[in-house]
T-cell receptor
C-alpha cells in the first residue's frame, strides 16, 4: 500500500520562528489534506491541497503531485501552533485517508 | 452548521466487555469514516460508510464492526474488548460518495480505556 512519511518527527521552536514540515508519499494520490491535532485530540482541517499552493494567514501549503511531496509552512510561530501536524492522502474512489506519522511541534514563548 | 459529534467522549471498560460508539455527521454529509489512533500504530482506518453501505474496511479483526443509519448517523461496536483496544476513536464525515475528492471533517473523538 501507499506509504506516507513526514519529517521532521519533532520540532521545537521559539515564538516568532518560521518552520517547514514535509510530507512524502510513495504513489499517485487524488487528494492530500493537512491537519493539526490539538491537545484534546481533535483533528482540525488546515488545507485540502491535491496540488498547487494555498495560503491561510500565517500558514501556507504547497503540493507537488508529480514529485509526490507536500510542504506546510508556518510563519511567525505562536504557542497556540503547538500540537501534532498530520498529512493524509486519499486514492481514487474512496474516502479512506492514509495518514503520515505526524510532526510534533512545540512552540515556546 | 454544527460539526461532527461523537458520544460518549470518554469511556472505561474492562477486558471482555463490548462497547458501542456513536457518530453524527455534519448536516447534509452522507459519508462517515472511522479511525483508531494509538501511540504505537498512529492513525489507522477502520471503516467507511455511505448510504448505509460499508464501502471500505481496514485491516482490523472481526470484533470491530459498524453500521450507518438512514439519517447518516453511524455507530461502531467492539466486542470482547482487549487491552490493546485502548485508543482514541475518531469519526469523520464528508459530502462525497467516496470519490476521494472531498474534505474530511473530524469529530472530537471518543477516548476508550480498557482495563
Amino acid at each position: 500500500g501507499i506509504q506516507v512519511e513526514q519529517s521532521p518527527p519533532d520540532l521545537i521552536l521559539q515564538e516568532g520562528a518560521n518552520s517547514t514540515l514535509r510530507c512524502n508519499f510513495s504513489d499517485s494520490v487524488n487528494n492530500l489534506q493537512w491537519f493539526h491535532q490539538n491537545p484534546w485530540g481533535q483533528l482540525i482541517n488546515l488545507f485540502y491541497i491535491p496540488s498547487g499552493t494555498k495560503q491561510n494567514g500565517r500558514l501556507s501549503a504547497t503540493t507537488v503531485a508529480t514529485e509526490r511531496y507536500s510542504l506546510l509552512y508556518i510563519s511567525s510561530s505562536q504557542t497556540t501552533d503547538s500540537g501534532v501536524y498530520f498529512c493524509a492522502v486519499q486514492r481514487w474512489g474512496t474516502d479512506k485517508l492514509i495518514f503520515g506519522t505526524g510532526t510534533r511541534l512545540q512552540v515556546f514563548p | 452548521k454544527a460539526g461532527v459529534t461523537q458520544t460518549p467522549r470518554y469511556l472505561i471498560k474492562t477486558r471482555g466487555q463490548q462497547v458501542t460508539l456513536s457518530c453524527s455527521p455534519i448536516s447534509g454529509h452522507r459519508s462517515v469514516s472511522w479511525y483508531q489512533q494509538t501511540p504505537g500504530q498512529g492513525l489507522q482506518f477502520l471503516f467507511e460508510y455511505f448510504s448505509e453501505t460499508q464501502r471500505n474496511k481496514g485491516n482490523f479483526p472481526g470484533r470491530f464492526s459498524g453500521r450507518q443509519f438512514s439519517n447518516s448517523r453511524s455507530e461502531m461496536n467492539v466486542s470482547t474488548l482487549e487491552l490493546g483496544d485502548s485508543a482514541l476513536y475518531l469519526c469523520a464525515s464528508s459530502l462525497s460518495a467516496g470519490t476521494g475528492q472531498e474534505t474530511q471533517y473530524f469529530g472530537p473523538g471518543t477516548r476508550l480505556l480498557v482495563l
